[in-house]
């Protein structure tokens, strides 16, 4: 099992990644997303070179705020684009996944299978374009109907065979009287890429410390590694000190090998 810490696109990314690097983290997750982390503003060339002086890995994460369910087909085509371009800067430094938020669009109006069939749609030519490029497209599970397991399952996955999942388990505790991880594992196991770990109140997405809140975060790890997962966990530990960010790589370690 691999650790990983995203960056934080308000800070320079060559800092970011020798930050990641100090912290003993294995890999970067590479979040592209103004002010200072868009595709347009960085040199792949530049950023492979320091991601391997360095002697991290990467995964690829899209910002979670595009538009790819909104009912004017101009939106989503330009939250589309944007996403190809990311993709495009993925395979130019080699990056092998990208994940991208499932997205909840416009309400009114809108039943949940209307939004989901318009963001399938914006799937499956992002999946085409990654598929080309040698870069698998990732869904991030996120809340509501677009955290459901089932409903992912019936109306993304089995149409588009070729999109992986990232299961956020602090995600799947939104919300919910019980945590959905054990059900995304049963039902698209298969499909499993990646994780987002991090902690709260099962109320909010606060991105806590690992332990610090409500989430039964140990029985969660320990499934996923059942499941034959042993790929990459990226911590989403966002808070001021870094100590919080090694006490909670601490854990996750402890709680893999416990399992």
Known sequence: MRMGRMNNPAGRLSKEIAQTAALGFDYLELTLEPPKAASHGLRPRQVRRELDDAELGVVGHTAFYLPITDPFPRVRQAAVDQLRADLDFFAAIG????????HRGVSVGH????????QADSFARL????????????????????GDPD??????????PSLGLTLDVAHAGLGVAKN???????????RLRHVHISDNDTQSDLHQPLGTCRLPLKQLVQQVRATGYDAGF????FGTYPEYVEVSRQLLARWWADG
Request: charged share 20%.
């Open 111 to 118: 039943t949940e299978v209307d939004r989901l069939k318009l």
């Open 234 to 237: 990226t911590l989403e530990v």
């Open 95 to 102: 990056c092998p996944v990208c994940t991208v938020h499932a």
């Open 151 to 160: 409903r992912l399952a019936q109306y993304l996955f089995e149409p588009l």
């Open 127 to 146: 999946t085409e374009h990654g598929d080309g490029l040698g870069v698998q497209v990732l869904l991030e599970n996120t809340i509501g109907f677009c």
């Open 180 to 190: 959905r991880t054990p059900r995304f594992l049963e039902l698209l196991g298969c």
